[in-house]
């Protein structure tokens, strides 16, 4: 930075032929910290975070998309705040790289305050599907079923999650009450029965019997005898 500080060149001026150029710079160009630099300095910070964004559009690597945009998120928290400027540099960066929680956090905000909250689970699928660690796949199924359950009222969805959760977790009495619970409100009354019956292994005698009681009425619903 300080050699082309040196250099006879207005910093706008340097702006203008600098920014074209850095969409094909690599992320530890020195041509960022330059422009770090000026831009602020001449008010052009979102240029900056603009030429970031057609970076992470030229670049198909996965590292080299992580790597641009943490630069990117770096400078534009403390000089352009506004996450949804380059909420679609982030969309770019977890297509090539689902496992990318950084990102996935920020486009969790943003689009969480846009409303747009099945787009916003499809982007938790890709990562869960991409996750090979049991330990935040979990924790990724959590704030999914929190998204779906509580803010896209979408329960369909929230029961898929929870009965992912169970099956990987089986010892998760936190999962298995809650998707009781969902079972119970969307009236998936054969799913509920199966849920009790696999229960009923781990209850002691007193706390079986009443869960018998409960598939008993369960199946009366459906207007079949108890099976």
Known sequence: ?????????????????????????????????????????????????????????????????????????????????????????????????????????????????QGRFGELLDWFDRAIAAEESAEIRHALLDEAIVTARDLAKDTDRAIAYLERQCAERPDDAKAQASLERLYRRGGYTRKLIDLLTRRLESLTDPERAQVQAHIATRWLELGEPEQ
């Open 1 to 113: 930075v300080e050699q082309w500080k040196s250099f006879d060149i207005a910093p706008p001026t340097m702006l203008e032929y600098l920014l074209p150029v850095a969409r094909c710079a690599e992320p530890d160009s020195m041509l960022w910290d330059v422009l770090e630099h000026f831009g602020p300095q001449t008010e052009n910070a979102e240029q900056v975070v603009a030429a970031y964004g057609d970076a992470i559009a030229f670049f198909k690597e996965s590292a080299t998309l992580e790597r641009l945009g943490q630069r990117m998120i770096a400078f534009a928290e403390q000089w352009a705040p506004d996450a949804s400027a380059f909420a679609g540099a982030l969309l770019r960066i977890l297509e090539a790289a689902p496992r990318a929680r950084w990102a996935l956090d920020r486009v969790t905000f943003v689009l969480s305050q």
